[in-house]
């Protein structure tokens, strides 16, 4: 997966015609983390993939449909994607991944106590979000605004600015995010 994700991550870079040193500007990721990306060094955290797709004008589900084989309509749960952040320990189900003519996507995410995932821009501004907190409790900062949410409560939004996932210090998250 890795491997997959650094080429994908270069031929974006290539086709934007960005150097490490423009990426690094517009990303704020360090040039040698890009440098070890691309060459499959290293693998990125989710924060990092968010900052990239941000300039890349795409979700991250998408950047990872990508470099994964097309789905057939019926993906048991053991098919699904699975992707772990190895800086925070998060888990992401791709449950409905992006696929051709469609437009929705369910993204399952689990996330331990303690985590903060921060992404300074929306990979596509206005990008409909629904999430639904299906155990734990998580704190969602859209805009600088929080949103606590606790089992069952829905948080829908557009995103335009930056976002925030945070879970407190002694329990995890698990969600459901619904991208439209």
Not at 61 to 70: A, H, Y
Not at 71 to 99: F, K, N, Y
Request: charged share 20%; glycine share 8%.
């Amino acid at each position: 997966m890795d491997s997959r994700i650094a080429t994908r991550l270069r031929q974006l870079r290539y086709a934007a015609n960005l150097s490490l040193e423009q990426l690094e500007t517009a990303s704020g990721v360090s040039r040698s983390t890009l440098s070890r990306l691309e060459k499959a060094q290293t693998s990125a955290t989710a924060e990092t993939l968010g900052r990239l797709c941000a300039v890349f004008g795409l979700p991250v589900s998408r950047l990872l449909q990508e470099v994964e084989e097309t789905p057939s309509p019926h993906l048991p749960h053991d098919a699904q994607p699975v992707w772990h952040d190895p800086a925070t320990g998060m888990v992401r189900r791709v449950i409905s991944p992006p696929a051709e003519g469609l437009t929705g996507e369910i993204i399952g995410c689990t996330l331990p106590a303690g985590t903060v995932i921060a992404y300074p821009a929306p990979p596509r501004p206005g990008l409909e979000h629904h999430l639904v907190l299906q155990e734990g409790a998580l704190c969602v900062t859209l805009g600088g605004e929080d949103h606590r949410l606790a089992p069952g409560d829905c948080l829908r939004y557009r995103l335009h600015g930056s976002s925030r996932f945070e879970t407190p210090p002694d329990q995890g998250a698990s969600y459901l995010l619904f991208m439209l």
